[in-house]
């Protein structure tokens, strides 16, 4: 009689903590991962160099960061980085609290000492997890080589569920050089104890909501970035037309409802349009679909759509009532939410309420004064709109540069409106940019910015001629800090302390005696770093210049484009103020 054999468990290969941070970010998915090293993160830099995933090499550890931000909000997946420990990792903070305040999903990961140095104040020691925790949704400090893929796999879970947000897993060198046996994890297959990101939504909660949608007269939408990052905008579009609901979207959600729809009212908030103000101002039932309420949209509190049921929906409970006093609010996924309330939506048309909104836009559009002889900021954004055919993902830095880019670009599609929100960090458009273009080859990025911003990342610029990247970037240069210059003049009796870029126009305790007008040159800094330039000071030739860098393929192309100095952004509601405040919307005869 045979016996059988008794079959024996392959033994699990060891491997480095370093092989397995390799492994564990390829069982994630990751594809694209940015970083610079250093010598607390060197072993496991030696296994990137044969990762099967695509590296980007920054040249500033902020960049890598704001990269790997683009990348996230321009795919929907998690972006990753990965830096050295003490200076490489604190260059990560506005990087992470920027995606922070935005709710992008990253994870990041930073060398550190070996666990017995730890509070030694070892070279290029940095308590990152204090440092981190204010400014990221989670963080993890790997003790154990057993435990990594474990913490990788719900460092990618975290970042990626409930309200997205960065996650940074601080990982001592000891730690990468020990060897475990522990296979890596999957993300998508985590449960973890006390963290319930998709709660239920009660029937009788998607029953109190339809039912108040069927009786209000003058319903309004206001959409926030949580439809982008819940992937909700089929439903809010589908909603908007079955119910006849105007429709507006903070910055953050710029292409969620496409604004060529009727029921489209545009961005709203202190320099959004007087339509969707006035349209929050005057609604009986305003509906928050993943916005947060914050004080650029809000003006006055005690003011703010007084006249409205609010209903606030949002993946983080947090955020409901936080700002404003919520009528009804519904803890849950936004795109779980709206379906299961659609069927119970009756079909509606509001006549008089939607007569209304089209009185207000068509009264009110959005416009700008010429100022003689100058290239307006605004029109080369409406030339960027135009060349592109309104297929461009438009990335942006910070300052008057993105509030023109979100007012004169047309978006039609979620994804294609890419900012630092919240935390309006300068020096975001260039590197996010690139991480957007390498997220998304196949479509053409524009990044818009300012003569002040550009030069906070412009060493990326490299970066993008390494990957033969063909972004264009846009430099609409005014010689000032244009948003703090527009207060001054607006607030500050024209007094213009510390906005002056170049030596023109600078007060005498701020400027060198004879020093030439607008600096750096830009077109001569692109040059140096391998890109193709140009300058341009008219709007046949803005044209031109867009037309043919959008055909160029196989590098970066920088239009400087020298604008009006003192052009505003219009409308303005001014901080803290009304709707009743707003300026700048009505159109001079």
Known sequence: MKTKKKMVSPVPTERTGAQCVIDSLVKAGCEVLFGYPGGQ???????????????????HEQGCVHAADGYARATGKVGCCMVTSGPGATNTITGLATANMDGIPLVCISGQVPMHLIGTDAFQEADVIGITRPVTKHNFLVRSVDELPDIIAQAFYIAATGKPGPVVIDLPKNVQKALTAVPPKDPKGMAMRAYAPAPEVSAADIRRLADLINKAQSPLLYVGGGAISGNASTEIAKLARKAGIPVCTTMMALGAFPEDDPLALGMVGMHGSAAANYAVDKSDLLI?????????????????????VTVHIDIDRSS????????FGIHGDLKAVLAAVLPLVKAARHDAWSAQTQAWKAKYPLFYVEDKGALMPQAVVQKIDEASKGKAIIVTDVGQNQLWAAQFFAYTRPRTFISSGGLGTMGFGLP???????GRPKERVVCVSGDGGIQMNFQELVVAVEHRLPIVVVILNNGYLGMVRQWQELFYNKRYSAVTLGQRGRRPNEGIPDAPGYLPDFVKIAEAHGATACRVTTLKETEAALRAALARTGGPTVIECIVSPEANVYPMIPPGAHVSSMVGHEKPE
């Open 41 to 59: 993160i060197i072993d496991t830099f030696n296994c990137v160099y044969d990762a099967p995933f695509h590296f980007v090499l920054g040249r």
């Open 288 to 308: 928050s679909a993943g916005a947060r309420f914050d004080d650029r949209v809000t003006g006055k509190i005690d003011q703010f759509a007084s006249k409205a």
């Open 320 to 327: 409901i009532g936080k700002n404003v006093a919520t009528h």
């Open 432 to 438: 996010a940019a690139i991480g957007a273009q390498l």
